[in-house]
């Protein structure tokens, strides 16, 4: 019997209201954005989890939208599937709400004191749940918008990080790289304690 699947829907559907109600709402917007600056100095911690939710355009909220509903309900179901339907449900909203945070820590620290820095976006949730299934399936197939062809997911990863690395330190866009980053090594890290044998597993499988 296939998992009941439901907490990702949930997800989806809060970033899809927060995220439309933003696009006509400029206030709206600028109360739950991620605001470091705001954090920091006026103890507004809930940016840390709001943020995740608000998009800047379509094509932002597009783009996170189909990586969470592809990957976020395969990493729903391997939850499910080692720990059960109510603690697996428990544990993904626990991996979601801390990935919100720890993707952006360091955007934190960077710009706790920077008035002008805003982000927003659920791209750290996003590539924290994308790292986590890689972990437990890197043979599955990943292929995106600029990727014509599928690659393996042990050979996407390593190029996506390397990708992020260079535009981080680059910095020629508005994209918050250090969120994704972050969110990675979160979900790496999260799946190693939680899940190494799988993990051993999964990989012992890939070399034989």
Excluded: C
């Excluded at 499910?80 to 620290?109: C, D, K, P, Q």
């Excluded at 997911?153 to 535009?167: D, K, N, Q, R, T």
């Amino acid at each position: 019997m296939e998992p009941q699947i439901y907490s990702t829907y949930i997800l989806l559907g809060i970033m899809i209201v927060m995220s439309l109600t933003a696009f006509n709402n400029r206030d709206f917007m600028e109360k739950y954005l991620f605001s470091p600056y705001l954090v920091k100095h006026e103890r507004e911690s809930y940016r840390f989890i709001t943020h995740a939710f608000l998009h800047g355009d379509f094509g932002h909220l597009l783009f996170n939208g189909i990586t969470v509903f592809f990957f976020g309900t395969a990493f729903e179901s391997k939850l499910i599937e080692f720990y059960g339907l109510r603690i697996g449900e428990v544990v993904f909203w626990g991996f979601v709400i801390i990935s919100m945070f720890a993707s952006s820590s360091v955007s934190y620290f960077r710009h706790k004191d920077n008035p002008n820095y805003r982000s927003l976006g659920l791209s750290g949730v996003a590539s924290a749940i994308l790292f986590a299934m890689i972990m437990l399936e890197p043979e599955m197939k990943i292929g995106f918008m600029f990727i014509p062809v599928p690659i393996p997911a042990w050979v996407f990863g390593p190029i996506y990080l390397a990708f992020e690395i260079y535009s981080d330190r680059n910095r020629k866009t508005n994209i918050a790289h250090d969120a994704h980053i972050s969110g990675a090594i979160f979900g790496i890290i999260f799946i190693l304690i939680t899940n190494i044998e799988q993990v051993i597993s999964a990989f012992q499988n890939l070399l034989q």
